[in-house]
């Protein structure tokens, strides 16, 4: 982000955990480093929506298990009233086979981490959020979609997902549930990745998607591509 002078002001981050000590651990490493911020602390998933509405960061770093509000119900009121530009959040998980994830993403989470990551690569994912990308690799959504596949509403799809999708764009959508980043997907379809960017564009509006964590439920949903497959 750019200052009124043309500095780059630094990524806001609120820390939500229900764990003082592993909150102050997260504020000692974020406020250490160059560009980022720690604007507030949350102890629950009810302060940490007070706190987004107050603080408006650019990153909430989501635990999931907590009490008075979990962090599942936090991500959705906080995904729910932020603007395409506003809060992202970044869910915080014992274990990347946590049942709580799946249900993060469908709130509006723009990815996960593990609470062991290296300091290095949290920093990195905060960035990356911040950027207004979904931290999800191929086998996060491997896990997305078993996880989606063992759901009964899922049986019936919803065609009308789709309308007014074109066909190169549908077929973005298929290459993106099926985990490929946007340089694969432009080697794939043998297009720039100028051109994969602005079909992902168009699909983030059309589908009224956050990221890409959604566009990749969307195409689930929609049952342009099967949990099988």
Known sequence: MTGEEGTVEPVRVLVVDDQALLRGSFRVLIDSTAGLTVVGEAGNGAEAVRLSRSE???????????????????????????????????????????????????????????????????????????????????????????????????????????????????????????GLSNDEIATHLHVSLATVKTHMGHLLSKLHARDRAQLVIAAYESGLVRATA
């Open 56 to 178: 408006h960061p650019d990153v909430v770093l989501m635990d999931v298990r907590m009490p008075e509000m979990d962090g599942i119900e936090a991500t959705r009121l906080i995904c729910a009233a932020a603007e395409p530009s506003g809060s992202r959040v970044l869910i915080l998980t014992t274990f990347d086979l946590d049942a709580y994830v799946y249900g993060a993403l469908r709130a509006g989470a723009s990815g996960f981490v593990l609470k062991d990551t290296p300091p290095a690569d949290l920093l990195s994912a905060i960035r990356v959020v911040a950027d207004g990308e979904a931290l999800l690799s191929p086998g996060v959504t491997r896990r997305l979609i078993s996880e989606f596949a063992r759901r009964p509403e899922t049986s019936k799809p919803v065609a009308t997902r789709l309308d007014g999708v074109t066909e190169r764009e549908q077929e973005v959508l298929f290459l993106v549930a099926r």
